[in-house]
């Protein structure tokens, strides 16, 4: 915290006391960073590669279990899945799972590693499993995958991938959500654009926005929002993250720079505004001071609730010649010493929960599961279904460890395109600033992870 | 720490050499009245300071614990080389929190010095106004944030009142100098209270006939304030001073809500936010954020010095 003070005043010494608290301060963030004062229990959870094999099934077992389920599902989204888990709860009486829906999740991940308290099943952003699968947090579930009788088939190549490490598959994506591109169908219809599908609607439909005094443009600066735009227009042109053996960056190539180009033409055409803040973009659909928004598709429910019926979502338009839409997902992942019933209870809720997803899409989501998106209440949802298609074009980050940072961390991607749009920084020398970070970064962590 | 008699009050000080022996006192008696403290202090702030320098020289990560191989000091390196990735980082988030103290440690001290005399006047309903200038103190760090980032949101109250004025209000929270200014202003209004009252206890504590002095020789208010009250403050000031530089050093909360250390980057990301995402957040390098924050402790160490150094010998 901030400006806790000592209050005794005319101590001429005070600084000496003051130094002591500012030290004491810094003590207690250092000892933080440590997790549990026990060196003992460091990678305790994670030491025993489990064996998944033998007692799993498709059944719940016969015994008596609990589950503890952690997610990062603190809004709206937590409140959707509570009522799944206790729905399981009331059908399946021998295993019954406990949610924890966790602010600041992957530090508690951690400091419950750390502590040997990892819970039984836990979500996995599939830009974050490759780590713990690494550190042998997670269990290898390719055994349950075949029992469950689970195939790339049932999910897509894409996400599907994004599960396994060296080999093995390490959990079972539970939705996708990919970027979207927000709008408000009456202020289309009284501008006469039609909802944008490819460079020339898109282009047509702001121009038309803008003319008409919805000039608040598309996206904000904010990583979710002129962000995603960046790495769906990234993949569109056909760009990939890095070299097929993951030693060199390779996001500052051509379609690095043509993704960014293209920003900066939209900004420059003049309908989209340089600086918008973060999240902004939203509350400018709301008050209708523009015409679109583009985030990730978690924003659904708050957005129809404001629009009401002008509310409407499409993919992100397709700008250049390949397909690509940023997206992320949502995997389940199970500890890596659990065994006996509670694998087996886990593991029956695993293939329960992806398999009742329906009500979870609603809430903002795709589901993973083919099956589940080829029902007929997936298609009676309402919106939802209206970017199904966003799924087959969304690309993940490479399995590795740490992938995600190449967009999202300290000196990434992201740093350089909101420099680039702010500033008017130049596209390729951040690219290539970026590119050579991570490069020395992939190298290292190949090194250290042995892939 | 050291005690040191209050200055000024006077009265009841008794020779202080003078020991003696109560009856079925021992000499250890003194040790056992501190020793709950002093085990409390050990076990939360001695131990877990050395346990910390020690993090910052292993090759740490949210993993492996204090499992992790020893690397003496290759963590510190990483800060001191300029050619590493971490060293521009770091340096430039170090260098925010020094602009912030900077921007916010004159501002604070010189508004509460000015406050303080204000309310150390007498005038109706003088305690309801020194309650209403220390109550947002008592708030947490979420409520301040939370406040004024409505408050210089996109097309918010403060762009409203400046579009009054006819002037184009500008991108509060993600341009520059705006979301500093922002931040500094959002803290003069949570923090200014505290030093207020302490500079107006300092005051009240001034005797009264040094100013019936003043203006039977004829001085001015401004007089009186430049030469009686600031002098007098001085091992007050020292104190606000003090506290103030440590307590704006250890900015985190106010960007991390109101602007999320944007805009949008980091600009205005403090060192002590920088190093909490380099040790908790991807790739969870606790060993370096363990250095650094060892690094910003060596610094805010010289800080407090030289300012304990530049009052002591002003007052020479």
Redesign the interface.
Known sequence: MFHRHDTRPGRTHGWRSSSAILLALLALILAACSGNTGSASAGGAASEPAASGGTGGLGAPTNDVAIEFWTPFTGADGDTMEALVAQFNSETPTVQVTLQRLPDYYTAVNNAVQASETPAVMIMHIDALARYAAEEVVQPVTELSSQLGLSEADFTPAVWAGTMWKGEQFSIPLDVHPQVLYYNSDLLAEVGAEVPVDRETFEDALQKCTDAGYDQGVWSNHAFSAGLTWVSLFYQAGGEWTNEDFTEATFNSDAGVQASEYMLSIIDKGVQPQNVDPDAELTNLESLSSCFATTGIWQTTRLQASLGDAFGMTPFPQIFDGPGNWAGSHTLALRADLTGDELQGASHFIDWLTGHTVDWAAGGQLPARADVRASEEFAALADIPDVLPAIDAARFPPPIPGSGDMFFGPGGVWEKVAEMITSGADPQEGLDAAAEQYTEILQTSKEEFGY | ??A?P???TGGGGKGRTEVRRRIGERWFTPYLFILPHFAIFLL???W??F???W??MLD?D??????APFVAFENYAKLFDPSD?EF??FWQTLWNTVLFVILSVPTLISIGLGLAALLNEKFRGRNGFRAIYFAP?TL??SVIGLLWFWIF???GLATAVVELFGIDAP?????QPWSWITIVIATIW??IG?NTI?LL??MQ?ISADLYEAARVDGASKWQQFRHITVPSLR??L??VV??QI??S??????PQIIT?G?????QTTPV?L???????????D?GL??AM??V??VV??VV??I??RFF?SERA
Do not use: C, E
Not at chain 2, 249 to 254: A, D, E, I, R, S
Not at chain 2, 274 to 284: D, E, I, M, T
């Open positions: 720490m050291t040191v209050a200055p000024t939360m702030i001695g877990p300071f346990y910390g320098i993090i910052s740490a949210a993993f492996s614990g204090a499992d990735r521009g980082r103190w947490g760090v949101f996109n097309n991108s509060w929270l993600s341009s949570w923090t505290f302490i206890a300092g504590a091992p007050i020292l104190l003090t506290l440590i307590a050093f250890n900015l985190v909360g106010q999320s944007g805009p949008p980057t980091a002590l920088h190093l909490y995402n380099v040790g908790f957040k991807s790739p969870f606790v954020a363990a924050a060892v910003v402790a805010m160490v407090s010095l300012n304990f002591s």
